[in-house]
């Protein structure tokens, strides 16, 4: 079973930094593009940053200079450093990947349990 695995939230303060981690694990095939997306407390999921299997990048506007998207494809992990955090950071976020799983001949979106990230003033 594939699954995606986050790690890295926890509490900060403002200017502070975190890194966050995903991990894909399971019987993959391939892995196209991965994300991150965060959603704050009464509101919609947002789209924070992607990136593509070539290395092709999408930053939210919101975060654009602050936070960093990279990935690691040998090891299926996708990372969001965040830089210079602010209190409307504050969400919980979830990685997101769009895997093609060993036998499957049709790519799926997954989604990681998410992790909480906490900026204080």
């Known amino acids: 079973q594939v699954q995606l695995v986050e790690s890295g939230g926890g509490l900060v303060q403002a200017g502070g930094s975190l890194r966050l981690s995903c991990a894909a694990s399971?019987?993959?095939?391939?892995?196209?593009?991965m994300g991150w997306y965060r959603q704050a407390p009464g509101k919609q999921r947002e789209l924070v940053a992607s990136?593509?299997?070539?290395?092709?990048?999408n930053i939210a506007d919101s975060v654009k200079g602050r936070f960093t998207i990279s990935r690691d494809n040998a090891k299926n992990t996708v990372y969001l450093q965040m830089d210079s955090l602010k209190p409307e950071d504050t969400a919980v976020y979830y990685c997101?990947?769009?895997?093609?799983?060993?036998?499957?001949?049709?790519?799926?979106?997954?989604w990681g349990q998410g992790t909480q990230v906490t900026v204080s003033s």
């Open positions: 997101n990947a769009d895997i093609l799983a060993v036998h499957m001949f049709v790519y799926t979106q997954l």
């Open positions: 399971g019987s993959i095939s391939s892995i196209n593009t």
């Open positions: 990136i593509t299997g070539g290395g092709i990048s």
